[in-house]
Nanobody
Framework: QVQLVESGGGLVQPGEFLRLSCAAS????????MGWFRQVSGKEREFVAA????????NYADSVKGRFTISRDNAKNMVYLQMNSLKPEDTAVYYC??????????????????WGQGTQVTVSS
């Protein structure tokens, strides 16, 4: 079955960086659009970034544009989220998501059929 496993979360100070990784298995990864979302307890899950299967198209939330970069390695079945200049408001659980056989870069959580378990990112001084 499809499995997505996030890693790389942690506690950092404002202005620092983190790189999240998501390892995918049980799917034809090169045919999947991949996304990152985040959620704060008590709030709705929020779109962060998405990347098309071919790596040619990306999409970002306005709140992270210019600071975060999504990338993928189809040979390794991995997707990454490089997060620079982190702010306290970036604190959340970050989730990796997959939509199979889709050419675009979906932004809605309902567009994704598979999710990881999440990794906590805390930005605090």
């Amino acid at each position: 079955q499809v499995q997505l496993v996030e890693s790389g979360g942690g506690l950092v100070q404002p202005g620092e960086f983190l790189r999240l990784s998501c390892a995918a298995s049980g799917l034809t990864f090169r045919n999947a659009a991949m996304g990152w979302f985040r959620q704060v307890s008590g709030k709705e899950r929020e779109f962060v970034a998405a990347i098309s299967w071919s790596d040619s198209n990306t999409n970002y939330a306005d709140s992270v544009k210019g600071r975060f970069t999504i990338s993928r390695d189809n040979a390794k079945n991995m997707v990454y989220l490089q997060m620079n200049s982190l702010k306290p408001e970036d604190t959340a659980v970050y989730y990796c998501a997959a939509r199979l056989y889709y050419l675009g870069v979906p932004r809605r959580s309902d567009d994704y059929g598979y999710w990881g378990q999440g990794t906590q990112v805390t930005v605090s001084s």
